[in-house]
């Protein structure tokens, strides 16, 4: 089973700035195969980023997916208030699919 | 447009049972394999059954190993997850999602809420 490992927990930043969110795992991830979710309280999550560094259709492209082999990041080049959420990356490479634990972002 | 809906959700008590559905339209439902996904209060996201486009190759987390049973209906584009000798530890929002291994889940229904406790 790949683990992957999202870091930092939290990231407290401010609208306008940059955020970088990393996704470690433990093995290569398949084919790059690693997508990048959000979501907001009482939602389902949406789908951001997948195949590492596609964006999704209707994503704003202030959001840009990044990596191979085992390290891989999401970057939000200029926060906007409706950013502020958890973050979740998933592999589904290979068997079983898994996430990470999120990293929450919020205001600072 | 794609659209995911789970119903059979509530409250329940230990050892009880439930049956979840996912009633999905606007892809070719047969052509998708289809995954449950599960949150507890305040905690991340696990995967727990899948199910290929043919019904014919499943998956279940150690978790629900035994106790859940995935499953589809293609003729009736709705997919299923019935769950027995449910425990506390399964009070969760349970997601469906399209997609599985090699193909990104990009669409999920609302999610329904599954409460155990006596």
């Known amino acids: 089973e790949i683990v992957l490992t999202q870091s930092p927990g939290t990231l407290s930043l401010s609208p306008g700035e940059r955020a970088t969110l990393s996704c470690r795992a433990s093995?290569?991830?398949?084919?790059?195969?690693l997508a990048w979710y959000q979501q907001k309280p009482g939602q389902a999550p949406r789908l951001l980023s997948y195949?590492?560094?596609s964006r999704a259709t209707g994503i704003p492209d202030r959001f840009s997916g990044s990596g191979s082999g085992t390290d891989f990041t999401l970057t939000i080049s200029r926060l906007e208030p409706e950013d502020f959420a958890v973050y979740y990356c998933?592999?589904?490479?290979?068997?079983?699919?898994?996430f990470g634990q999120g990293t929450r972002l919020e205001i600072k | 447009e794609v659209q995911l809906v789970e119903s059979g959700g509530g409250l329940v008590q230990p050892g009880g049972s439930l049956r979840l559905s996912c009633a999905a339209s606007?892809?070719?439902?047969?052509?998708?394999?289809m995954s449950w996904v599960r949150q507890a209060p305040g905690k991340g996201l696990e995967r727990v059954s899948a199910?290929?486009?043919?019904?014919?190759?499943?998956y279940y987390a150690d978790s629900v190993k035994g106790r859940f049973t995935i499953s589809r209906d293609n003729s009736k584009n709705t997919l299923y997850l019935q769950m027995n000798s449910l425990r506390a530890e399964d009070t969760a929002v349970y997601y469906c999602?399209?997609?599985?291994?090699?193909?990104?889940?990009?669409?999920w229904g609302q999610g329904i809420l599954v409460t155990v406790t006596s």
């Open positions: 999602a399209k997609g599985g291994v090699g193909v990104v889940s990009d669409y």
């Open positions: 606007g892809f070719t439902f047969s052509s998708y394999a």
């Open positions: 199910i290929s486009g043919s019904g014919g190759t499943t």
């Open positions: 093995q290569s991830v398949s084919s790059s195969y």
């Open positions: 195949g590492a560094s």
């Open positions: 998933q592999q589904y490479g290979s068997s079983p699919i898994t």
